[in-house]
């Protein structure tokens, strides 16, 4: 039997290891699992995994942390901790000492008095093991040179899975972007491959397959061609039909306050379709479907494969609403100043008066004398002639 | 090929099949330790093929019987209550406690192919979030079990645990079907975590040192 100082002292070095034993499991799961998760992103951008391969290892990677949790704890491991502080064997005496044997009030005491010697004592510090330290430092390497390929590659750290940075990836990075207006990244910067958010929430989007895909990259190129043909043939028609002459800046509306774009507007539809040198491309409008807005004038070389990009990113690849807002961004900020921002909310006051904004300007009003045929204008007179003799 | 002693040459390949043999030495001998990670792997490919079971009948009692949260959580408790007691009488023959860990082990098999097959069904980022709900909570039921079973009263101690866990479980579920606001989910997380914590701690003290602090030590 043992007093309640030496009680207590057994609590406090109880305590004090099993929270460092927890806090160094918990640690060396971490680090592991930083490198495993590092990994499954650096074949995530090799384009050895896809997402749903990359999201379901990393939930059974995730699953493993209770394991280092509960990790059954060697049971020797407190009997070692208490020969460490105990080292004349003191407390181990009193603990087997029974309650009627001779010496147990004086191992008793005895307990007691090195209890009250020792005061606040913690249990000693245990070097990590070989293999753990070697874990640690694998780990580590793994980290440092994932990232630091991450970095040289992709221009930035990766947490999560990151879509592969060939070509045909950033194709559909970009239609992707088309379909998700409101995400921040395609406000972000050129980055090549940066972690993605989830595509989508309708589980029909993850059984597409490649041949899907292909169609969607190939309608996002066609509808990039159109809408350059569309832009040019409006610019032309209007030339030709006597338009706004070429040196002349077109009205622009002052009062839009935020996202210029039409929501749900079919692709190259109004927008701002060809309004004259110089204008600010329109947003992508949050509306169903998030077609591409038509652009400005100013943008129209700016299409794929016409060096579109002056971004430091655009060597290695392109994509087309990251520009697209940039460039709008751009303009809008030296247009409005600081007081206005692109977002990619719009409501529908906000929109009809957009609209009107819009349409206004291109109200054609020409004031003629009112063309009359002298037949119709004697007819007309003779009848009311007539009328008044009657009466 | 490098000389070996007597100048002979060894081929590169031979060297790397005696690595490799030597590796597979190493794994096996681990492998027939007692309480070693193979132990955790059958109780994990154990929970893991458990799952399929509990799920068709839990999907009986919720289609046919409509039966609420309360009663539908009951097989996959009981399921894991018998993992635990199947670890702990594992680790009475083993002498060591501390092998009734193992029912966690199984536990996160459960759990893990549960999400697995949401993320299936579900395949958004809510998933990872559910993982925050879910692991932690058949995790710490498990864990319940394998510190009730490894006490002085484990029939007593096991009942009790069942009904705790059983309401803990149902309380979660009733909670995740009414679409809690995001601040209720960071909560629910936190607050499982930090169960699963505080139950690791005590498995710790109770494995590590229980004898000692009881005043029973195994000297």
Known sequence: ??????????????????????????????????????????????GWIDRPVHDGLLILLLSTFPLALFH???????????????????????????????AEPLLRRAGEELAASLGRVSPERRRLSRGARRACLAAGFVILVSQGAFVLVAG??????????????????????????????????????????????????????????????????????????????????ARSQGGPEGGEEPETPRTLSRSEGIPGEPSGGSGRTGTGEGEAPGSEGPGEGGQPRGSAEGDRNRGPGSGWSESPGASLGRNAMKDYRAAFEKVLTERTGAAVTAGAELSLAETEAALSLYFESRILRVDVEPDEDPVAASLRSAWQRLRGEAR | MRPRHGGRMTPVPNRALKALGRWALRIAAAAQEPGTPLLFAVFAAAGAGLYIPAAAVNSILGDRFALPFAVSVLPEEALKLGMAWAAAALARRLGDPGKGLAAVAGATGFAAAENLAYLRAFPDASVFLRLGWALPLHVNGTALFALALASRRPGAAAAAALIAAAAFHA???????????PLAVAGGIAMNLGICAGLAFAARLRFAWGGILDGKPRL
């Open chain 2, 171 to 181: 309380a979660f579920n009733a909670a995740a079907a009414a679409n809690p606001a």
């Open chain 1, 72 to 102: 059954p704890p060697d049971p020797r491991s407190g009997r070692i901790a208490l020969r460490a502080v105990d080292r004349g064997a003191v407390l181990e005496s009193a603990l087997a000492a029974g309650s009627q044997d001779a």
């Open chain 1, 156 to 237: 930035g750290p990766v947490f999560g899975y990151a879509a592969r940075f060939a070509r045909e990836g950033r194709a559909e990075e970009g239609s992707a972007a088309f379909s998700r207006p409101e995400s921040a990244e395609g406000a972000g910067g050129p980055s090549v491959a940066e972690p993605e958010g989830f595509p989508d929430t309708v589980p029909g989007a993850r059984g597409e397959n490649l041949a899907e895909r292909a169609d969607r990259e190939a309608e996002f190129a066609d509808l990039h061609g159109l809408l350059r043909r569309g832009r040019e043939g409006s610019a032309a028609d």
């Open chain 1, 1 to 46: 039997m043992i007093g309640p100082r030496a009680r207590s002292l057994l609590r406090r070095l109880a305590k004090a290891g099993a929270r460092r034993s927890l806090a160094g499991s918990l640690g060396l799961w971490i680090l592991l699992a930083l490198a495993a998760s590092n990994l499954l992103s650096a074949a995530g951008l090799l």
